[in-house]
Structure formats: C-alpha cells, structure tokens
C-alpha cells in the first residue's frame, strides 16, 4: 500500500448515470446499485479522465493510502475493449510522459503477439478522443509568440469593475450584502487570465465569486452555491468556464445548486478558449 492520487466518488451525489464509465478506459469504475463504483484501486491511475464527466459533480481526486497502479493489469482489462481504446490509453501516457508506465504497455502488446499501436495505429485513430483530456495534468501548449506581447501598443488604462471583496467561493458568506438582489457572475480561476478585458467583458454590473472544482473540494463547492442561491434575491448567474474538460465540473454544480436551491434562476454559460476567446 502506499499514498497516492485516487478518485473518490460521492455517492450521496452520484445518480448511476454511467456518464463517466466511458472515459475510464482502465475498467475501473462500474455502475454497482445505482451508484458508480471504483471496483480496483489497482485499475485507478489517478489522473482523473472521469472528472469533467460527471454532471453532478460527484467525483473528485484525493489522496489515501491505495493498492499501487497496475499497468500490467490495465492492459489486460483494456484488450477487451478493442485496439481503439488501448491506442488512446498509449497516446496518453505518450503525451504525459509517462515513460514508465508506456513501455509496460508496449512490453505487454509483444509479450502477447499483438502490433505496437503506436508505431501502426488502428484505422481512424486521428479521430479517436483523448480518453484522458480530463486528467489533473493539462496538456501544455504555446498559444503565441512571447515576443507579442513585449510590442504590444499602449492601451489606455481601465478601471477595475470589482465592488467587493472577497471573491473566492471558499471565503465568501453565502449571506453576503454584496450578493443581495445583484447578477451573479461564477467564475473559474484561469478565465481571469486568459480573458484580456476580463472587467469590462464580463464584470460590470455584476457580483462575482471565482473557483476551481477540479482542485477545491466540489461538495463544499456545491453546498456553498446552494445556500447562496437560497438566501439571495439572485435572478440571473453567468457561468463562466474555460473550454478544458476539468472546467465543466464548475458548470454541474453550478446547475445542481440552482435545482436542489427550488429557486427561478437564469442560467447563462459562456465557454472561453484557451487563447482567451468566446467558444
């Protein structure tokens, strides 16, 4: 046994809809009851490709005391589903440079006699998902050219639209002044680093509170919205996400706070790219 990163699933807000079945191509998780279910520790990566699945934000990644991951087993588990599955797992752990754990997997193709997926990939493999574009690594990417922004044209200077403080969920009081019969602008952390005009775009006018479900605990997450949403006169919440997997957990919680709140309320999402754009 040793500590590591797991998911962890809360069955109290877990409704078995499987959604996230799919994206754990390791088999570890199985609808069981009613409720989705970690079945092996051993088949469990860590990474986290079932997070931005789940529409009620119900699974979320700890760290515990777990059997050690097992590749060895994941591969046999996996050649059931088919050499597409088995390619998009390669390519993952290609792409995060999880050298180890990728020459157990080659290893195990030519133990058994099977080609290497890398080197003759199956027929349509361009068009095959990331199983894994959810896990807690993003993929690195240079959007543009540093050199940019060191020439950029003077610009005039804009006014902050901000009102009140603080603005993180976790520190905000749900009986806020500042929330009281105000637009209710959510936010998640890297929107207000990828958005230019971030207060003059999405700001003004608005109360704002920011987060990130993927690194915060969502339950808490989720309780916290809900008493907002109780407790205020809010008519209208513009969610504001990143276009990344991890980011449309916020969008699940935002959306089952407004249901279990039994309030009337708006809901507008506006999804931002990674080069700070409108999806």
């Not at 500590?3 to 807000?13: C, G, N, S, V």
């Not at 990344?244 to 959306?255: D, N, T």
């Amino acid at each position: 046994m040793t500590i590591r990163k797991i998911i962890e699933i809360d069955e109290e807000l877990c409704t078995g809809c499987g959604v996230c079945i799919p994206n754990c191509p390791e088999g570890a998780l199985q609808v069981i009851d009613g409720k989705a279910r970690l079945i092996s520790d051993i088949f469990c990566d860590g990474l986290g490709a079932c997070l931005g699945e789940c529409p009620e934000g119900a699974i979320t990644i700890i760290e515990r005391e777990a059997e050690p991951y097992s590749e060895r087993l994941v591969m046999e588990n996996m050649m059931k589903a088919g050499d597409n599955t088995v390619y998009a797992h390669l390519k993952h752990l290609e792409d995060h440079g999880e050298t180890g754990f990728l020459n157990e997997a080659l290893a195990y193709l030519e133990e058994i006699g099977h080609r290497n997926l890398l080197e003759h990939p199956p027929e349509g493999a361009d068009d095959i998902p990331d199983m894994h574009a959810s896990g807690l690594d993003e993929p690195e990417m240079v959007i543009g050219d540093a050199a940019d922004a060191t020439a950029a044209v003077d610009v005039p200077r804009q006014e902050s639209q901000l009102h009140h403080w603080p603005v993180q969920l976790n520190l905000v009081n749900a009986n806020a002044p500042f929330l009281k019969g105000k637009e209710l602008l959510v936010a998640a952390d890297c929107v207000l680093v990828a958005v230019a005009n971030f207060h003059q775009d999405y700001l003004r006018g608005k109360s704002v509170v920011i987060g990130c479900p993927k690194f915060d605990d969502a339950r808490a997450y989720l309780q916290k919205f809900k008493d907002i949403f109780t407790f205020n006169d809010i008519e209208k919440v513009t969610l504001l996400h990143m276009e990344v997997p991890c980011c449309f957990g916020l969008k699940a919680l935002v959306e089952r706070a407004v249901q279990t709140s039994g309030k009337d309320i708006e809901l507008e999402e506006v999804i931002i790219s990674v080069q700070g754009k409108e999806v």
